[in-house]
Protein backbone atom coordinates (compact mmCIF):
# COMPACT_ATOMS: atom_id res chain seq x y z
CA UNK A 1 0.00 0.00 0.00
CA UNK A 2 2.64 2.84 0.52
CA UNK A 3 4.32 1.55 -2.03
CA UNK A 4 1.24 3.03 -4.44
CA UNK A 5 1.23 5.98 -2.85
CA UNK A 6 4.92 6.46 -3.11
CA UNK A 7 4.56 5.75 -6.84
CA UNK A 8 1.37 8.29 -7.22
CA UNK A 9 3.18 10.89 -5.31
CA UNK A 10 6.03 10.84 -8.12
CA UNK A 11 3.58 10.70 -10.81
CA UNK A 12 1.42 13.76 -9.93
CA UNK A 13 5.37 15.50 -9.03
CA UNK A 14 6.65 14.98 -12.20
CA UNK A 15 3.27 15.77 -14.04
CA UNK A 16 3.37 18.80 -12.48
CA UNK A 17 6.43 19.60 -13.18
CA UNK A 18 6.33 18.59 -16.95
CA UNK A 19 3.13 21.01 -17.44
CA UNK A 20 5.49 24.00 -16.02
CA UNK A 21 8.34 23.78 -18.34
CA UNK A 22 5.54 23.19 -21.32
CA UNK A 23 3.94 26.63 -20.28
CA UNK A 24 7.39 28.23 -19.48
CA UNK A 25 8.46 28.44 -23.64
CA UNK A 26 8.97 31.85 -24.60
CA UNK A 27 6.33 33.39 -26.95
CA UNK A 28 8.40 35.50 -29.65
CA UNK A 29 7.53 37.42 -32.84
CA UNK A 30 8.28 36.25 -36.02
CA UNK A 31 8.46 36.87 -40.11
CA UNK A 32 7.03 34.62 -42.47
CA UNK A 33 8.15 33.64 -45.01
CA UNK A 34 11.22 33.06 -42.80
CA UNK A 35 13.22 32.08 -45.78
CA UNK A 36 13.26 32.92 -49.83
CA UNK A 37 14.95 33.45 -53.18
CA UNK A 38 14.35 36.50 -55.26
CA UNK A 39 15.64 38.17 -57.92
CA UNK A 40 17.16 42.18 -57.87
CA UNK A 41 13.94 44.25 -57.68
CA UNK A 42 11.41 41.56 -57.19
CA UNK A 43 8.49 42.61 -54.99
CA UNK A 44 7.30 40.28 -51.83
CA UNK A 45 5.39 39.90 -49.32
CA UNK A 46 5.80 39.13 -45.61
CA UNK A 47 4.06 38.33 -42.91
CA UNK A 48 4.75 39.60 -38.83
CA UNK A 49 2.92 38.13 -36.49
CA UNK A 50 3.53 36.68 -32.91
CA UNK A 51 3.89 32.78 -31.86
CA UNK A 52 2.44 32.77 -27.80
CA UNK A 53 3.55 29.06 -27.36
CA UNK A 54 0.63 29.01 -24.90
CA UNK A 55 1.02 32.44 -23.22
CA UNK A 56 -1.41 34.85 -22.76
CA UNK A 57 -0.30 37.59 -25.23
CA UNK A 58 -1.97 41.32 -25.20
CA UNK A 59 0.49 43.31 -27.23
CA UNK A 60 3.61 43.48 -29.11
CA UNK A 61 6.20 45.94 -28.95
CA UNK A 62 9.26 46.44 -31.53
CA UNK A 63 10.98 48.18 -34.39
CA UNK A 64 11.90 46.87 -38.04
CA UNK A 65 14.97 46.61 -39.23
CA UNK A 66 15.62 46.38 -43.31
CA UNK A 67 18.86 44.92 -44.76
CA UNK A 68 18.90 45.29 -48.41
CA UNK A 69 15.40 45.30 -48.82
CA UNK A 70 12.84 48.42 -49.54
CA UNK A 71 9.85 48.94 -47.64
CA UNK A 72 6.54 49.70 -49.94
CA UNK A 73 3.69 49.87 -48.14
CA UNK A 74 2.91 48.15 -44.39
CA UNK A 75 -0.99 47.12 -43.53
CA UNK A 76 -2.19 46.10 -40.43
CA UNK A 77 -4.86 43.30 -39.56
CA UNK A 78 -7.88 43.12 -39.33
CA UNK A 79 -8.06 41.45 -35.70
CA UNK A 80 -5.59 43.45 -33.93
CA UNK A 81 -5.54 47.13 -32.48
CA UNK A 82 -2.37 49.50 -33.18
CA UNK A 83 -1.73 51.49 -30.60
CA UNK A 84 0.98 52.75 -33.14
CA UNK A 85 1.19 51.93 -36.12
CA UNK A 86 4.19 50.92 -38.46
CA UNK A 87 5.30 52.51 -41.50
CA UNK A 88 8.21 52.48 -43.99
CA UNK A 89 9.44 55.60 -42.69
CA UNK A 90 8.73 54.86 -39.11
CA UNK A 91 8.89 51.18 -39.08
CA UNK A 92 8.17 51.21 -34.82
CA UNK A 93 5.02 48.95 -33.32
CA UNK A 94 2.66 48.85 -30.91
CA UNK A 95 -0.10 46.66 -31.41
CA UNK A 96 -2.59 45.91 -29.00
CA UNK A 97 -4.69 42.39 -29.20
CA UNK A 98 -7.85 42.78 -28.20
CA UNK A 99 -8.66 40.63 -24.68
CA UNK A 100 -5.74 38.96 -25.25
CA UNK A 101 -4.74 35.77 -27.07
CA UNK A 102 -2.74 32.65 -26.33
CA UNK A 103 -3.10 31.51 -30.29
CA UNK A 104 -0.36 32.57 -32.65
CA UNK A 105 -1.50 35.47 -34.26
CA UNK A 106 -0.58 37.57 -37.56
CA UNK A 107 0.04 41.61 -36.58
CA UNK A 108 0.98 42.93 -39.87
CA UNK A 109 1.90 42.80 -43.46
CA UNK A 110 5.14 44.66 -44.89
CA UNK A 111 5.23 44.75 -48.87
CA UNK A 112 9.23 44.77 -49.56
CA UNK A 113 11.59 45.06 -53.00
CA UNK A 114 14.38 43.60 -53.23
CA UNK A 115 18.01 45.01 -53.40
CA UNK A 116 21.38 44.03 -54.93
CA UNK A 117 22.32 40.84 -55.83
CA UNK A 118 23.69 38.93 -52.04
CA UNK A 119 21.44 38.29 -48.76
CA UNK A 120 18.59 40.61 -47.10
CA UNK A 121 16.66 40.33 -44.22
CA UNK A 122 14.19 41.84 -41.69
CA UNK A 123 14.69 41.64 -38.35
CA UNK A 124 13.44 43.39 -34.78
CA UNK A 125 14.62 45.06 -32.09
CA UNK A 126 13.44 46.32 -28.80
CA UNK A 127 11.03 43.48 -28.76
CA UNK A 128 8.60 43.16 -25.85
CA UNK A 129 5.60 40.57 -25.43
CA UNK A 130 2.97 42.04 -23.23
CA UNK A 131 1.19 39.72 -21.14
CA UNK A 132 -1.26 40.48 -18.28
CA UNK A 133 0.41 43.81 -16.63
CA UNK A 134 3.81 41.58 -17.52
CA UNK A 135 6.36 41.38 -20.14
CA UNK A 136 5.94 37.60 -21.40
CA UNK A 137 9.68 37.63 -23.43
CA UNK A 138 11.41 39.78 -25.80
CA UNK A 139 12.22 36.74 -28.67
CA UNK A 140 12.31 37.20 -32.36
CA UNK A 141 12.68 35.18 -35.18
CA UNK A 142 13.99 37.43 -38.28
CA UNK A 143 13.56 36.96 -41.99
CA UNK A 144 16.77 35.76 -44.27
CA UNK A 145 16.72 35.87 -47.97
CA UNK A 146 18.77 35.48 -51.36
CA UNK A 147 18.70 37.68 -54.20
CA UNK A 148 20.45 36.55 -57.44
CA UNK A 149 20.55 38.69 -60.52
CA UNK A 150 18.19 38.97 -63.05
CA UNK A 151 17.40 36.25 -65.55
CA UNK A 152 19.30 37.87 -68.85
CA UNK A 153 18.29 35.56 -71.98
CA UNK A 154 21.53 33.84 -73.24
CA UNK A 155 21.65 34.90 -77.61
CA UNK A 156 21.28 32.74 -79.65
CA UNK A 157 24.76 31.65 -81.44
CA UNK A 158 24.62 32.99 -84.71
CA UNK A 159 25.56 30.07 -87.08
CA UNK A 160 27.42 31.42 -90.06
CA UNK A 161 26.24 29.78 -93.49
CA UNK A 162 28.72 27.33 -94.96
CA UNK A 163 29.89 28.90 -98.72
CA UNK A 164 29.48 25.46 -101.28
CA UNK A 165 32.18 24.77 -102.66
CA UNK A 166 32.15 25.43 -106.54
CA UNK A 167 32.13 23.12 -108.72
CA UNK A 168 35.00 23.21 -111.49
CA UNK A 169 34.01 20.76 -114.10
CA UNK A 170 37.36 20.10 -116.36
CA UNK A 171 36.81 20.66 -120.11
CA UNK A 172 38.44 17.85 -122.25
CA UNK A 173 39.40 19.91 -125.29
CA UNK A 174 38.56 18.46 -128.37
CA UNK A 175 39.93 18.05 -131.76
CA UNK A 176 38.04 21.57 -132.96
CA UNK A 177 38.89 23.53 -129.69
CA UNK A 178 42.76 22.67 -129.72
CA UNK A 179 44.45 25.99 -130.10
CA UNK A 180 46.34 26.87 -133.48
CA UNK A 181 49.63 25.85 -133.79
CA UNK A 182 52.25 26.51 -136.92
CA UNK A 183 51.92 22.72 -137.81
CA UNK A 184 47.53 23.16 -138.01
CA UNK A 185 48.65 26.29 -139.92
CA UNK A 186 51.03 24.71 -142.65
CA UNK A 187 48.68 22.05 -142.91
CA UNK A 188 45.84 24.34 -143.60
CA UNK A 189 47.90 26.41 -145.61
CA UNK A 190 48.68 23.45 -147.36
CA UNK A 191 44.80 22.49 -148.18
CA UNK A 192 44.56 26.24 -149.36
CA UNK A 193 46.81 25.45 -151.98
CA UNK A 194 45.34 22.52 -152.86
CA UNK A 195 42.12 24.17 -153.65
CA UNK A 196 43.21 26.02 -156.12
CA UNK A 197 41.06 25.99 -158.77
CA UNK A 198 43.78 25.86 -161.64
CA UNK A 199 42.49 27.38 -164.98
CA UNK A 200 44.08 26.17 -167.82
CA UNK A 201 41.66 26.10 -170.46
CA UNK A 202 41.23 30.15 -169.54
CA UNK A 203 45.39 30.07 -169.95
CA UNK A 204 44.86 28.13 -173.45
CA UNK A 205 43.22 30.79 -174.79
CA UNK A 206 46.37 33.83 -173.36
CA UNK A 207 48.71 35.29 -175.51
CA UNK A 208 52.40 34.18 -174.06
CA UNK A 209 52.80 38.22 -172.85
CA UNK A 210 49.18 37.69 -171.05
CA UNK A 211 50.74 34.66 -169.16
CA UNK A 212 53.84 36.54 -168.25
CA UNK A 213 51.53 39.43 -166.77
CA UNK A 214 49.70 37.22 -164.72
CA UNK A 215 53.32 35.30 -163.14
CA UNK A 216 54.34 38.53 -162.37
CA UNK A 217 51.13 39.84 -160.19
CA UNK A 218 49.93 36.81 -158.76
CA UNK A 219 50.70 35.28 -155.56
CA UNK A 220 52.78 32.99 -154.50
CA UNK A 221 49.88 30.27 -154.94
CA UNK A 222 48.45 31.20 -158.15
CA UNK A 223 51.85 32.18 -159.48
CA UNK A 224 53.11 28.19 -159.02
CA UNK A 225 49.91 27.08 -160.86
CA UNK A 226 50.31 29.76 -163.79
CA UNK A 227 53.67 28.09 -164.33
CA UNK A 228 52.59 24.76 -164.07
CA UNK A 229 50.01 25.76 -167.18
CA UNK A 230 52.38 27.51 -169.11
CA UNK A 231 54.79 24.92 -169.38
CA UNK A 232 52.40 22.14 -170.18
CA UNK A 233 50.97 24.53 -172.41
CA UNK A 234 54.03 24.48 -174.23
CA UNK A 235 55.06 20.66 -173.67
CA UNK A 236 51.35 20.46 -175.28
CA UNK A 237 52.70 22.50 -178.57
CA UNK A 238 55.84 20.68 -178.85
CA UNK A 239 54.05 17.60 -178.73
CA UNK A 240 51.75 18.25 -181.06
CA UNK A 241 53.91 19.52 -183.90
Known sequence: MKTKIILLTTVLFLTANFTSIVSAADPFVYVSPSSLTKTVGGNFNVSIGVKTSGN????????????????????????????????????????????????????FTVSTKAGKVGTASISFTEVDIIGEGVSAGTAS???????????????????????KPVSTSVVTPTQDSLPITLDTMDTQEEESDSMTVSQPEELDGMSFFAIIKRIVTFSKNETGNVWIDFFRRIAMQLWFR
Do not use: H, M, W
Open 141 to 163: KRGNYTIKDISVPVPKPVTTPTS
Open 56 to 107: KVCAVEGTLVFNNLSCKSVTIAKSVTPQSSPTCSSPYFLIGIPSCTIIDSAL
